[in-house]
């Protein structure tokens, strides 16, 4: 019986670390500090936002949008809107439109627009903001490419970090079950062990007194 309750208790120890844990990972990181205006956050918001837009329509990855990657992305969320019925009965635009749209987009009229350009062109537009288009160089590319893939390696180290720590959190829980179930069993077994003296010591009284009455 006291096994069962230990074993128990230390069940209910566990599944309760492993709950907080998981409600404490959900939970979202602060990003913004007190000192940010709503603009800098519509600013940081939109940028972020544009960022990754941009990278799902660069198709090759060479940090630039073409007028063809540009219309078949365009055309290819038009369609996957409409199978699933978010554009109801309204025409669907064609690649003329798109096009035209790309020109807008497409501010300083070379044909492609870089991931600058194109961030500041979603900024302008949104938050109401002239800003001038920059130029991007090769130099400053290969910059933002080594900032963003060591950030993927450091958020990588993070969460294996993260994982190993949850691992052992794990293991130190579970031996912590094995011990309250082994000293469990142990008291068990001592209590097994002292009656088994006291009915052995029983028996021997018994008999001693026996004895005495027969003499």
Excluded: C, H, W
């Amino acid at each position: 019986m006291n096994k069962i309750l230990l074993a128990g208790l230390a069940l209910s120890v566990f599944f309760a670390g492993n709950s907080y844990a998981q409600e404490t990972a959900a939970l979202p990181e602060p990003t913004l500090t007190p000192e940010q205006s709503v603009n800098a956050m519509m600013r940081d918001m939109t940028t972020r936002d544009a960022g990754e837009k941009f990278t799902l329509i660069d198709e090759n990855g060479d940090d630039e949008i073409t007028r063809e990657e540009y219309i078949n992305f365009s055309m290819r969320v038009q369609a996957d809107k409409k199978a699933k019925g978010e554009l109801g009965e309204e025409p669907l635009y064609n690649e003329d439109f798109y096009s035209a749209m790309f020109d807008d987009v497409d501010v300083a009229g070379r044909g492609a627009v870089s991931r600058i350009e194109y961030i500041n062109k979603q900024v302008s537009d949104i938050l109401g903001e002239e800003i001038v288009a920059q130029s991007v160089e090769p130099a400053s590319i290969e910059t933002d490419e080594t900032e963003r893939q060591n950030a993927i390696i450091q958020s990588q180290i993070e969460e294996q970090e993260r994982i190993r720590a949850e691992e052992e959190r794990v293991r130190k829980e579970e031996e912590e079950i094995r011990k309250a179930e082994q000293e469990a069993i142990e008291a068990e077994e001592e209590m097994m062990r002292m009656k088994e003296e006291m009915v052995a010591n029983y028996d021997d009284e018994y008999e001693v007194v026996t004895r005495r009455r027969r003499r």
